[in-house]
């Protein structure tokens, strides 16, 4: 079975300050996303990394896939209470699935 | 350009019953996924349907079924329901299945079971 474990479950720091969440597998994936659902609402993706080592910018975000496509960071930079939510990554498995880890829970303080 | 919709938003419903969950996919999409997610968890892949078939199924038994229609909305069903059975069902459509495609979620149906 294919897991994605995310770290840490629980993230709370103040605006201004710059945070990295991670995702790791033991399993190469085809690729990975990233997601952000905020309370009553579905995830809505963030970005898609397809190729070992790639990383992708989104503002102040940056995405970055590990070498060996088995996990990936998300670096937020100058954190704004604007970016509070759950991060979600997943994963497309060897069967095209996509499996989600449980993510991370990021409270950012004004 | 239409998002996806889901409908009911929020649901009770007894243990041993049955309830039907629906989804509108993103017009241009062609391919419905459904997932469960329960409290503090991630989301988990229920099923996947692509032109009126099932293709692809996550570990959950029988008795999560689902539909999908010519216009692509899509359906699920659940019997039988168990107190475990209470989470955040989300729907998401794509354009192209078997490639990193894109899903877009819908707001999900939240279902309590008492």
Redesign the interface.
Known sequence: TQLLEQSPQFLSIQEGENLTVYCNSSSVFSSLQWYRQEPGEGPVLLVTVVTGGEVKKLKRLTFQFGDARKDSSLHITAAQPGDTGLYLCAGMNRDDKIIFGKGTRLHILP | ETG?TQSPTHLIKTRGQQVTLRCSSQSGHNTV?W?QQAL??????IF?YYREEEN?R?NFPPRFSGLQFPNYSSELNVNALELDDSALY?C?SSFI????H???????TRLTVT
Request: hydrophobic share 25%; proline share 12%; glycine share 28%.
């Open positions: 996806v996924s997932y503090g968890q991630g989301p988990q892949f996947q692809g996550g989300l998401a299945v078997g490639t990193p894109e899903q877009y979620f819908g707001p999900g």
